[in-house]
Antibody, heavy 120, light 107 residues
Framework: QVQLQESGPGLVKPSQTLSLTCTVSGGSFSTDNYYWSWIRQPAGKGLEWIGRIYPSGSTDYNASLKSRVTISIDTSKNQFSLKLNSVTAADTAVYFC????????????WGQGTLVTVSS | EVVLTQSPATLSLSPGERATLSCRASQSVRTYLAWYQQKPGQAPRLLIYDASNRATGIPARFSGSGSGTDFTLTISSLEPEDFAVYYCHQRSDWPRSFGPGTKVDIK
């Protein structure tokens, strides 16, 4: 059973950088043909796909966030990370990490999500 | 960018009734359309992928259909645990996108 767990600060000041890490347990993090994704959800609103990374390090980003987003991976720790810079209140949301099946399908396993609030 | 619209926004039904949820895409997504269920405080749960395939462990009362731009999620007989928000999601085009959701609540 694959499990994902997000971690990171719950409060970030405006104009600073939001940094989150997702730790994956179970499964074969770096050998299976899966991607690892970040998705967010503002309170009471819908889901926004942020981007994904393959174990090789190749990435795909949502163009609307691309200039501010970096997703990286550390296969030795079974972790991948999200950095979002120059944050504003509009970036306040629950951030989810998920496993993306790539050509085989959509995101199937998700973390529980972590709330990040942007406020001074 | 593919825009997904879902209807209705809210569906008020009683346990045992049939629920029919619609998702329409702004351009063809072929059959690369998934459905998720989300309950308050929880992550989305994958129900249906590639328009009509049930994910592992999903009860047979959930079924999906459609292709191109029009898709339907049907819950044949609502159980108490099925009252939730349902999102459609496309992976045919970049960026991947989600619909705004349909809330199924108890009448």
């Amino acid at each position: 059973q694959v499990q994902l767990q997000e971690s990171g600060p719950g409060l970030v000041k405006p104009s600073q950088t939001l940094s989150l890490t997702c730790t994956v347990s179970g499964g074969s993090f770096s050998t299976d043909n899966y991607y690892w994704s970040w998705i967010r959800q503002p309170a009471g609103k819908g889901l926004e796909w942020i981007g994904r990374i393959y174990p090789s390090g190749s990435t795909d980003y949502n163009a609307s966030l691309k200039s501010r987003v970096t997703i990286s991976i550390d296969t030795s720790k079974n972790q991948f990370s999200l950095k979002l810079n120059s944050v504003t209140a509009a970036d306040t949301a629950v951030y989810f990490c998920a496993r993306d099946l790539g050509v085989l399908g959509p995101e199937d396993y998700w973390g529980q999500g972590t709330l990040v609030t942007v406020s001074s | 960018e593919v825009v997904l619209t879902q209807s209705p926004a809210t569906l008020s039904l009683s346990p045992g009734e049939r629920a029919t949820l619609s998702c329409r895409a702004s351009q063809s997504v072929r059959t690369y359309l998934a459905w998720y269920q989300q309950k308050p405080g929880q992550a989305p749960r994958l129900l249906i992928y590639d328009a009509s395939n049930r994910a592992t462990g999903i009860p047979a009362r959930f079924s999906g259909s459609g292709s191109g731009t029009d898709f339907t999620l049907t819950i044949s007989s609502l159980e108490p645990e099925d009252f939730a928000v349902y999102y459609c999601h496309q992976r045919s085009d970049w960026p991947r996108s989600f619909g705004p959701g349909t809330k199924v609540d108890i009448k």
